[in-house]
């Protein structure tokens, strides 16, 4: 596997336990309004953003012309299919990775992804630090 592709395979496999990490902590008791933002946000992220820019990414790289892929489905469940097709195809992915990488829009949806993958370690490290507050 290349480099590149074990980044995305990394960035997609990190907002994924972010976000299921942070679906176990109790913010209910919480009037912080910076926790209740970050809890929504790391939701949106993972159930709405994640999804429709790993379809994106997909699309730029000509993947979904090479594998059966069903169309974005605003889920966790999704982006977890997406990581079982790069170990799955991950010769196809990374001949796609190869034909397509010199493309600007290729280049910027891969960096959406890594600015993503940051936005939620953000969300993420403010509710583990609301929760081990509130654990003690």
């Known amino acids: 596997m290349t480099a590149r592709?074990?980044?995305?395979?990394?960035?997609?496999?990190?907002?994924?336990?972010?976000?299921?990490?942070?679906?176990?902590?109790?913010?209910?008791?919480?009037?912080?309004?910076?926790?209740?933002?970050?809890?929504?946000?790391?939701r949106v992220i993972a159930?709405?953003?994640?999804?429709?820019?790993?379809?994106?990414?997909?699309?730029?790289?000509?993947?979904?012309?090479?594998?059966?892929?069903?169309q974005p489905q605003a889920s966790v469940a999704y982006v977890i299919q997406v990581i079982a097709s790069i170990t799955n195809f991950g010769s196809i992915w990374e001949q796609c990775l190869i034909e397509r990488l010199p493309y600007t829009k290729t280049q910027l949806a891969l960096n959406s992804l890594v600015d993503l993958e940051g936005e939620m370690d953000t969300y993420y490290q403010i509710m583990t630090g609301y929760a081990a507050k509130h654990s003690q």
């Open 5 to 42: 592709l074990q980044q995305i395979q990394n960035a997609l496999k990190n907002i994924v336990l972010y976000y299921l990490e942070t679906q176990k902590i109790d913010i209910e008791p919480s009037y912080n309004a910076r926790v209740n933002g970050a809890e929504t946000h790391v």
């Open 47 to 70: 159930e709405k953003r994640l999804p429709y820019l790993v379809y994106d990414l997909m699309q730029q790289l000509h993947v979904l012309e090479k594998i059966e892929f069903e």
